[in-house]
Every structure is written in C-alpha cells, then in structure tokens.
C-alpha cells in the first residue's frame, strides 16, 4: 500500500532549505516602494522620445535610466516570483507578479521607440557621440548590434504594437500555470 505524498507548507521547511528573498527584499513594502521607483523611471524614459539622436549626453543618459530600470525590473521580479513559488495559494503574491508583469509591458512601450530612433542615428554620428562623450563606450556593443539588425527591425508603430501584445502573449502560459500548480495533488 502506497503512502499519499504531500507538499509541506513552509513552515515546516528548514530555513536553509528555503530561498532568502530578504536578499533581494526585506518587506513586502521594500519591494512597493522600488515599484514606485520603476514607475517614475518608467515615466522618465518615456520623455526622452524624439530626443535620443539630438546629443551624446541625453543618449547616454537615456542609456543609463534604462539600464537602472532593467535591473530594477529584475530585482523586482525576482522577488515577486519566488514570493509566489513558495506557495501559490496566496493571492497576494500572485497579485504582485501581475502588477511588475504589466509594468514590464508598460516599460517596453514606454521605450519602444529606442530601437527605431537609435536606427535614425547615423555610423558617424555615433562616432561623434563616442568621442563627445566617452561614458558612451560603455554602451558600444549593445548599439552596434542595433546599428547591424537596421534592415531586420520594425518601424515606431510596429515595435509599439508588439511591446503592447506582451502580455496578452503571456497570459494563457499564466493561466495554465496557476490552475495547474495550485491544486496539485500527489498520489
């Protein structure tokens, strides 16, 4: 005769045994307020459209509020998912794992005109850039790859409707996942 086998809660688990998300977040209210943070980033990215070819400075600042908040994105859904893989029963978490998803959509359409501005910056102007602004260096490679896929990239209208479809994309994966995850049973 064969024993049901079940999942502890846990609480039961030991301590080293368990992910420390304190690392990343020691609060639940830490994590709300880097989300704030990333919101304004949001926001601020979204006005340097139109504006990433009029100088070396405001590109490489642009460059650096997004990579501030692509790492924050991270962080905070670092958290949020091993928040909600301790047990997927708690809504609450799983609450905060829809909330950084959609921020991450609004982030991408917030900078979908990146690519396509960046495409609009010419091989020689970028060399000025270079030189007006060394900090630039820092991003070389990542807008030389861009610069090398200017036949293969979509228009501003385009990047802004497949930035929009990300979510909606991810959707039927999240479904299939909380339905089969939270009502697990073992024989």
Known sequence: MSQ??????????PQHDT?????????????????????????QLAEYEGR?????TILYDFLTLEQEAGELLVQLMDYAQRRSDEDTRVPEYQA?????????VELSQATA???PELLRISDQTLDEFYRLEPRLELFRR???????RRAHTLSDCE??????????????????SKL?????TFP
């Not at 990433?52 to 070396?56: E, F, M, N």
């Open 4 to 13: 049901q086998k079940t999942i502890p809660e846990r609480s039961a688990i």
């Open 19 to 43: 992910w420390n998300t304190a690392d990343l977040y020691p609060t639940d209210q830490a994590w709300q307020e880097d989300f704030v943070r990333l919101q304004g980033l949001t926001q």
């Open 52 to 56: 990433l070819g009029g100088s070396a």
């Open 96 to 104: 905060m794992v829809g909330r950084i998803t959609t921020q991450y």
């Open 113 to 115: 005109f990146e690519v």
């Open 142 to 148: 990542y807008l030389h790859n861009i610069q090398r």
């Open 159 to 176: 990047e802004r409707l497949l930035a929009a479809a990300g979510e909606l994309a991810q959707s039927p994966d999240d479904i299939f």
């Open 180 to 184: 089969s995850d939270a009502d697990l």
